[in-house]
């Protein structure tokens, strides 16, 4: 099969091939952090110049640990709601291949993949579904898809991951975004934030994002998590990772050292929010 060669209507949606490349790099270690065999296959299908961000040496880390903190947060989720009706929605999903990494674990659960409409057809050329994995075209911002997914799936437990996305928009935006849910859903709210010092970097100066043409720049920065308590009442902090504290064995050197300065080794946190739990 030919590869594809991909145009993006909006340079956030870049920022997809970040995460495939690096999850896909993962898969081949004899130790890897995630353990994803079905993002190679995905990208050996794109033509693209995947090859730029190998020097992204603390992107290379930080994405895998990121995306194994979700997993195994959903699953501890799961497990702590064994017996309910489980929806897991991927909020910005890009080519994300978190339902076929967790399908077997999660037997009935369903998965949402929702994201612009442009990207969600890019998954359905690109990434094989699990069997019950289905595609929501809509902005995250929209609360039509909210309301069509609480009436869809009435009594249910819900899990939103936001992963690599809350950081590329305004707290206005996502503070709004977080009340929308929790006037609607009981479950949790999983997103990974960033401290206003590492949302102040410029993405030309990002080890990775210096690599896209006309990069996104950060919007959100966050030094206290719980912070996001304030926005309503019924969003409260259940876990904070902090995620150079995570498998430091795996971090690069320069990582090593710089985590000894606070404001480096928290600039990047993976927090679960949860929504209407009592």
Request: aromatic share 12%.
């Amino acid at each position: 099969m030919q590869a594809k060669n991909i145009k993006f209507n909006d340079a956030i949606s870049e920022t997809l091939f970040i995460n495939l490349y690096f999850r896909a790099l993962d898969n081949d270690e004899p130790d890897p952090i995630l353990g994803d065999p079905f993002s190679r296959p995905v990208m050996q299908r794109i033509d693209y110049d995947f090859a730029k961000f190998k020097g992204g040496k603390f992107s290379k880390t930080g994405t895998v640990i990121r995306a194994r903190f979700f997993d195994d947060e959903i699953l501890d989720f799961a497990r702590k709601n064994a017996g309910e009706k489980l929806v897991v929605v991927q909020v910005g999903a890009g080519l994300d291949t978190r339902p076929l990494r967790l399908e077997k674990q999660l037997p009935g659960a369903l998965f949402y993949d929702l994201d612009l409409p442009d990207v969600i057809d890019l998954r359905g050329e690109l990434v094989p579904k699990s069997a019950l994995n289905f595609s929501l075209k809509a902005s995250m911002f929209e609360t039509a898809w909210m309301d069509e997914l609480r009436a869809r799936h009435e009594g249910a437990k819900f899990i939103f991951v936001l992963e690599g996305v809350a950081m590329y928009f305004s707290e206005p935006e996502i503070s709004a975004f977080m009340r929308n849910l929790a006037q609607r859903f009981s479950g949790v709210v999983m997103l990974d934030l960033l401290s206003r010092f590492a949302a102040s970097i410029e993405p030309k100066k990002h080890d990775v994002l210096r690599y896209i043409a006309n990069p996104p720049k950060f919007k959100l920065g966050i030094d206290d998590e719980r912070s996001l308590e304030a926005w309503d009442e019924r969003i409260k902090l259940l876990k904070t990772g902090v995620m150079m504290d995570i498998r430091p064995e795996k971090w690069c050197l320069a990582a090593k050292i710089f985590r000894i300065f606070s404001k480096i080794k928290n600039s990047c946190k993976m927090c679960v929010y949860g929504l209407n739990l009592s």
